[in-house]
């Protein structure tokens, strides 16, 4: 549903797996992410191998961002999102910064600096994760305001990249859209 001025906002997606083959997950989920409705997938980063964040026994993760156009409310967003990690087999144990097939955040929606049960904009670790601000930096201005937290090329600067790699292009599949074919 779009909002009241049923207005396109620039949204960032971050995405990230470490079970069932990690790059293909994130791989169809930027495909799923494509299909939403009232949405346009404007850009999409490259894939990064990252370590673990809490529990160190389980597998490297796979992350990535995408931006989206989208007239999708924030919850009817996230709702899409949770969605497509239940189609992924997500499964949630309450283990804390476990693995899991996908995890989908919403890590801006246009300028919105907004705290609602079970939805907070901008998603309040950006800051703190290279894996989240890495990928972002392949697909927003260096001058992105990250409300309430700064300016993204600051941010990654404060955190570090923590040394976090592209993983090479010939070692994933062909389901991403190629970066070239998208404004
Ligand atoms: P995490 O991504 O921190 O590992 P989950 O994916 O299990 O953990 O998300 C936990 C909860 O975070 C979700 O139930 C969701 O309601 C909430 N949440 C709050 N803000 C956001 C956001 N910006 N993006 C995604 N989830 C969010
Ligand atoms: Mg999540």
Redesign the pocket.
């Known amino acids: 549903m779009a909002d009241a001025a049923g207005a396109t906002a620039v949204v960032y997606i971050g995405l990230?797996a470490n079970l069932n083959n990690p790059a293909r997950q994130v791989e169809h989920a930027i495909g799923e992410l494509a299909a939403l409705p009232q949405s346009r997938l404007g850009a999409v980063s490259r894939l990064y191998r990252t370590a673990p964040l809490g529990p160190q026994d389980q597998p490297h993760f796979v992350n990535a961002a995408v931006r989206l156009d989208s007239a999708l409310t924030?919850p009817a967003l996230?709702e899409a999102?949770?969605g497509i990690?239940c189609a992924h087999g997500r499964v949630?144990d309450g283990r804390?910064?476990g693995p899991?097939t996908l995890?989908?955040?919403?890590?801006l929606h246009g300028d919105l600096n907004s705290r609602q049960?079970?939805?907070?904009?901008?998603?309040?670790?950006i800051h703190r994760r290279a894996f989240v601000l890495v990928p972002l930096l392949d697909i927003a201005p260096p001058t992105l305001l990250v409300p309430g937290q700064g300016v993204l090329a600051e941010l990654l600067r404060r955190c570090g990249d923590d040394g976090i790699e592209p993983l090479a292009a010939d070692t994933y599949g062909s389901g991403v859209p190629p970066r070239a074919a998208l404004s």
């Open positions: 990230g924030p996230l999102l949770q990690e949630r804390r910064w899991r995890d989908l955040d919403l890590l049960p079970g939805l907070t904009l901008p998603h309040p670790e």
